[in-house]
């Protein structure tokens, strides 16, 4: 996964997850770490192989790395207990 801030205008973040095995359900809840947060897209199941790209704006972040984590980075995966 990696997470990048945006350059110019279009301020915000980029989060970008690139599917080791079938990710079901992916979400990205960036209000967690800012409530004026939003992201563009939501509940996204991308393939192996396959990316799912997020923008997040609204957001002013310390770690933009939290993004990539639990509890804002989620997917149906994550229920499944190992």
């Given at each position: 996964m990696t997470v990048t801030?945006?350059?110019?205008t279009a301020a915000g973040y980029q989060v970008t997850v690139t599917a080791r095995t079938?990710?079901?359900?992916?979400?990205?809840f960036p209000d967690r770490l800012d409530a004026?947060?939003?992201v563009d897209d939501m509940i996204?199941?991308?393939l192996p192989g396959e990316s799912?790209?997020?923008h997040v704006t609204g957001a002013v972040l310390e770690d933009?790395?939290?993004?990539a984590g639990a509890p804002v980075l989620r997917c149906?995966?994550?229920a499944v207990g190992g």
């Open positions: 801030q945006s350059d110019g079938l990710l079901r359900d992916l979400a990205l004026a947060a939003e996204v199941t991308p799912a790209v997020f933009p790395e939290a993004l149906v995966n994550d």
